[in-house]
C-alpha cells in the first residue's frame, strides 16, 4: 500500500523559514517523479513544485521560485521542500503527491497518490 | 504558464443526472490532462489521466474526452458519492497547472 506521510507544517512568522517532509512507502521510490501540491483554506488545488526520479528535472510555481526549494533522499525514501522567506498568503495544506509515470523525464503528473497533508500557517 | 479554465464553476444536480465539466487550456496540450475529485477533507483522487483513460478502481460512469484545448468530463448517472468538486491539471509542460475546480452539488 503506497503512504505518503508529511511532517514539518505548523505556524511561523512572515519572512521566516520551514522545512517540510514527507516519508514514503509501499513503492520503488528511485522510480518515481514527485510533487508538493497545496491548497489555501477555501481554495482550490495549485501546484508548488516537482522533482524527477533522479533529480535531474526540477520546476517551481512562479509564485514560489527562488524561495522554495525541493529536493530528495532516494536512499530515505524522503521527499523534502525547503521554503523560506515565507508569506502569508503561503498559507495552505501543504500535500506531497506521486507522480503516475514510472521513469518520467518531467515531473508534470498526472498524480496518483497523496498525502493526507501538512498545514503551514504563516502569520505574526 | 499555461492557463486552465474549468466551466461552471458550480453544478446543481440530481442523483441520475448526466453531468459534464469543460475544461479549457490557454494553448495546446495534447492529451496531457488529468480529472480528480476532492471531496471535503480529503486529498484529492486521480480518475482520468492522458484526457480519456480511466484511473484503475473508477467508476466507468466517469468519461474523459477532448485533446489540445478542450477538454470534458462526463459523468453519465450522477451518485449520492460523487458529490465532489472535480479539478483538471495539464501534465504538459512546467508549470504544472490546476483547473480552479468545479463543485458538484445536490439539487
Not at chain 1, 8 to 31: E, H, I, K, N, Y
Not at chain 2, 16 to 22: A, L
Request: glycine share 10%.
Amino acid at each position: 500500500e503506497v503512504q505518503l506521510v508529511e511532517s514539518g507544517g505548523g505556524l511561523v512568522q512572515p519572512g521566516r523559514s520551514l522545512r517540510l517532509s514527507c516519508a514514503a512507502s509501499g513503492f520503488t521510490f528511485d522510480d518515481y517523479a514527485m510533487h508538493w501540491v497545496r491548497q489555501a483554506p477555501g481554495k482550490g488545488l495549485e501546484w508548488v513544485s516537482g522533482i524527477s526520479w533522479n533529480s535531474g528535472s526540477i520546476g517551481y510555481a512562479d509564485s514560489v521560485k527562488g524561495r522554495f526549494t525541493i529536493s530528495r533522499d532516494n536512499a530515505k525514501n524522503s521527499l523534502y521542500l525547503q521554503m523560506n522567506s515565507l508569506r502569508a498568503e503561503d498559507t495552505a495544506l501543504y500535500y506531497c503527491a506521486k507522480d503516475a509515470r514510472i521513469a518520467a523525464r518531467h515531473p508534470s503528473g498526472p498524480i496518483d497518490y497523496w498525502g493526507q497533508g501538512t498545514l503551514v500557517t504563516v502569520s505574526s | 504558464d499555461i492557463q486552465m479554465t474549468q466551466s461552471p464553476s458550480s453544478v446543481s444536480a440530481s442523483v441520475g443526472d448526466r453531468v459534464t465539466i469543460t475544461c479549457r487550456a490557454s494553448q495546446g496540450i495534447s492529451s496531457w490532462l488529468a480529472w480528480y475529485q476532492q471531496k471535503p477533507g480529503k486529498a484529492p483522487k486521480l480518475l482520468i489521466y492522458a484526457a480519456s483513460s480511466l484511473q484503475s478502481g473508477v467508476p466507468s460512469r466517469f468519461s474523459g474526452s477532448g485533446s489540445g484545448t478542450d477538454f470534458t468530463l462526463t459523468i453519465s448517472s450522477l451518485q449520492p458519492e460523487d458529490f465532489a468538486t472535480y479539478y483538471c491539471q495539464q501534465a504538459n509542460s512546467f508549470p504544472v497547472t490546476f483547473g480552479g475546480g468545479t463543485k458538484v452539488e445536490i439539487k
